[in-house]
């Protein structure tokens, strides 16, 4: 059973600053692309952003220009760094790979295989 943890989350003020982890297996993090995913009260579960096995980037949403994605391998180890945060950011945010080498369809939840259970940020007013 592959087991993706989040850790990061919390309360921050209007304007304030993040930065999520989420750990997993190194064989994942070698091997696939990760994605950040939010699921905010009442709302369906959303992109937010992705990381592919050679670095590249994509972001979704109001997350780009906010929001930074990167990885360490070695640590086995994806960041979501969040800045400039609104109360519209308030959600649980989750991690999840589909296993597969590129960020295509990453900007909905669907086809992932592993999901970790995810880290709440709330941003108060």
């Known amino acids: 059973q592959v087991q993706l943890v989040e850790s990061g989350g919390g309360l921050v003020q209007l304007g304030g600053s993040l930065r999520l982890s989420c750990v997993g297996p190194?064989?994942?993090?070698?091997?696939?692309?990760i994605g950040w995913f939010r699921q905010a009260p009442g709302k369906e579960r959303e992109g937010v952003s992705c990381i592919s096995v050679s670095d590249g980037s994509t972001y979704f949403g109001d997350s780009k220009g906010r929001f930074t994605i990167s990885r360490d391998n070695a640590k086995s180890t994806v960041y979501l760094q969040m800045n400039s945060l609104k109360p519209e950011d308030t959600a649980v945010y989750y991690c999840?790979?589909?296993?597969?080498?590129?960020?295509?369809?990453?900007?909905?939840?669907?086809?992932?295989?592993?999901w970790g259970e995810g880290t709440r940020v709330t941003v108060s007013s």
């Open positions: 999840a790979t589909d296993l597969g080498y590129y960020c295509l369809g990453y900007g909905t939840d669907t086809g992932m295989e592993y």
């Open positions: 190194g064989f994942i993090f070698d091997h696939y692309s």
